[in-house]
């Protein structure tokens, strides 16, 4: 039986609409966005198959292209959906953040640095813009791959931070394997970026390395 036959206080959708999408389970939310499920299972089933496969929603929407197309059953359509789901969540957080404050607001920025970073699959750099009251003017992620002086270029950070007028800045990157504390290169290169950002009026307010359920903040630790 297909999730049409069902009785209407049982339809995803109904509920949806008649109670809020607060009170659906997991598996209803995700069938509302795959539509549809495979022989013998229903979209529903489907979709607890899934979330099960993946460890949850985290698992399932940190997936790739390559990844959910090896899941049975998902094809292009389904793995479009659930790749655009994603940005459009990355984006929405992105969006949160501009324009507010670092040091009012600091778990904003860190709610979406998680979501954005927490579960790359290789090393991100990414730069947040601020203005003279620390407002977030924006962001970039400017370089991937492993964090040493040959992978950052100083010159590029610079360079970009002069073109947005940014008063100060705060670097970010990810560590993919879990371990949130910084290498010796993450304390060299701070410095340094440090050092050459002050001889250009600009002050880094914070380096933030974002791993599994964990971050080091340069600033906390009195590094900055």
């Known amino acids: 039986m297909g999730t049409n036959d069902w009785p209407d206080d049982e339809k995803p959708r109904e509920r949806l609409r008649n109670l ?16 549809s499920g495979i022989k013998g299972r229903d979209v529903v089933a489907f979709s607890r198959d899934l979330l099960s496969s993946f460890g949850g929603f985290r698992g399932l929407l940190n997936a790739d292209w ?15 959906s659930v790749l655009a789901v994603i940005e459009i969540a990355r984006r929405y957080l992105r969006e949160e953040i501009m324009g507010k404050s670092f040091v009012k607001e600091p778990q904003c920025v860190l709610n979406y640095l998680n979501a954005d970073l927490r579960d790359r699959k290789k090393e991100l750099f990414k730069v947040l813009f601020l203005n003279k009251a620390s407002r977030i003017l924006g962001e970039k992620t400017l370089f ?50 440090e050092i050459l950002c002050r001889d250009m009026s600009i002050k880094i307010l914070d380096h933030i390395i974002i791993a599994d359920n964990s971050f080091f903040s340069f600033r906390e630790q009195g590094l900055l």
């Open 20 to 35: 809020g999408p607060d009170v659906l389970s997991d598996a209803e939310l995700l069938a509302l966005l795959l539509r």
């Open 66 to 80: 390559s990844g959910l197309q090896k899941t049975m059953g998902l094809g292009p359509a389904k793995t479009a």
């Open 144 to 193: 991937s791959g492993t964090i040493d002086q040959t992978a950052v270029h100083p010159r590029e950070i610079i360079k970009e931070s002069l073109e947005r007028n940014a008063a100060a800045l705060v670097l970010v990157h990810n560590h993919p394997s879990g371990r949130a504390e910084p290498s010796r290169e993450d304390r060299e290169l701070t410095k340094k970026l």
